[in-house]
């Protein structure tokens, strides 16, 4: 053997060697020969969910159910011949369900489904169970609309998600707008997909329990440079980052989204033909720019919102002392919360107080035995927008 051929030798062992230990590396893949449906979750006839995980090395994995992390909602999962960890849970009711697993130590979506929530930092997945409001049904379907567009408030490039009525073109009559702002940690598709606004309007329509309207659910946070959340602790979230990102988020509300919509959609621009609502950080803004621009909007919602009781906004305090104002001017202004909540509780009480104080009209709602959760805000969407512009 010459030196060239030792060298190539010696180059396609140490190849050979090094593929060998790149595999060794590699996790585990399921056997092919095993049906993929034995490795994912599903939801089984009797509306229980059977939660897989494949993790052949783990030594424990546990499944977390639900948006409230409690003692309660963890399971050990158990670990059969192929390497699929899972646990069969209780059945259900109809409704869009919250999990994750734990494995030795580690947070994990179900790496089995696409079905994830919509947030900054993706950790959690969704199972939905039929039977609700929230699926799709054979109805006559309305438009997602994603708009990209120049924000001159924010200096930034931003976008927007639209849902517009079966049969809507431009040369429609002109339709009212319900602006809806999602919670802290989440994005717009969090509205779209978890809080499945486009099949509760698909449905409520169809059943004629809403009247024909746009929703648009615009981004509520500003990822401005001087608001950017995850520069705050979360103690002094609060007192900095949401009184700094309300205002910038105004500022982009009424000068950029509201033209927006107007240039580019046949609406009504009428206060009585514009809603405003958000749940939690979104329920702020909603009051913050309700209040701001009363004259604006006619219908105004916070659901479990962050409130002034914590979060001080001059122009909202300035409105609370003109109650005729606020009287003369909105159609309907709901506040809702789960009875339980322990993230805002006590800004809707503190809110609930000072709007009986100063006998400013409006529509209260408890979820009993509910926290902050999405299973107080959709039936609370679905109720609030078959309210409206009627």
Do not use: C
């Not at 009525?165 to 969090?190: I, N």
């Not at 609930?352 to 009993?368: G, S």
């Amino acid at each position: 053997m010459n030196r060239k051929t030792a060298y190539l030798s010696l180059f396609i062992a140490s190849v050979f060697m090094g593929q060998n230990a790149l595999a060794a590396a590699l996790p585990a893949s399921p056997d092919p020969s095993v049906p993929v449906s034995q490795y994912v979750s599903r939801v089984n006839e009797d509306n229980s969910v059977t939660y897989r995980f494949f993790a052949p090395e783990a030594k424990n994995v546990s499944v977390v159910t639900g948006s409230i992390p409690v003692p309660e909602a963890v399971h050990t999962m158990t670990k059969d011949a192929s390497g699929v960890w899972s646990w069969r849970g209780p059945v259900l009711k109809p409704n869009l369900y919250e999990y994750y697993f734990n494995v030795d130590g580690v947070r994990s979506i179900d790496t089995g489904t696409a079905m994830t929530k919509p947030q900054r930092q993706v950790n959690t997945s969704m199972v939905l169970v039929p039977g609700s409001i929230l699926d799709t049904r054979a109805v006559p379907h309305g438009d997602l609309i994603t708009l990209t567009y120049h924000s001159k408030a924010l200096a930034s490039e931003r976008q927007i998600f639209v849902w517009t009525p079966p049969g809507y073109t431009s040369k429609s009559e002109a339709l009212p707008v319900l602006y809806f702002y999602h919670g802290f940690g989440d994005t717009g598709r969090s509205a779209i997909d978890q809080g499945r606004i486009p099949q509760v309007m698909d449905n409520l329509l169809a059943e004629g329990k809403i009247k024909p309207m746009l929703v648009v659910v615009p981004d509520t946070e500003a990822d401005i440079p001087e608001a950017i959340p995850e520069n705050f602790v979360p103690k002094d979230r609060r007192k900095a980052f949401y009184a700094l990102n309300a205002k910038a988020v105004d500022r982009e509300l009424m000068n950029d989204i509201i033209p927006l919509i107007n240039k580019k959609f046949t609406v009504r621009k009428d206060a009585d033909g514009r809603a405003l609502a958000g749940l939690s950080q979104g329920g702020y803004q909603a009051l913050v720019s309700g209040m701001n621009h009363l004259e604006s909007f006619g219908w105004l919602a916070t659901f479990s919102g962050v409130t002034t009781t914590t979060v001080q906004d001059n122009g909202v305090a300035a409105q609370f002392n003109n109650p005729q104002a606020i009287n003369q001017q909105l159609r309907n202004f709901t506040v809702v919360v789960g009875e339980k909540d322990e993230v805002t509780g006590k800004d809707i009480a503190g809110l609930k107080a000072e709007l009986e104080q100063k006998h400013i009209r409006f529509d209260y709602v408890e979820y009993p035995g509910l926290n902050h959760e999405m299973d107080v805000w959709r039936p609370a969407y679905a109720s609030f927008v078959q309210k409206i512009f009627k």
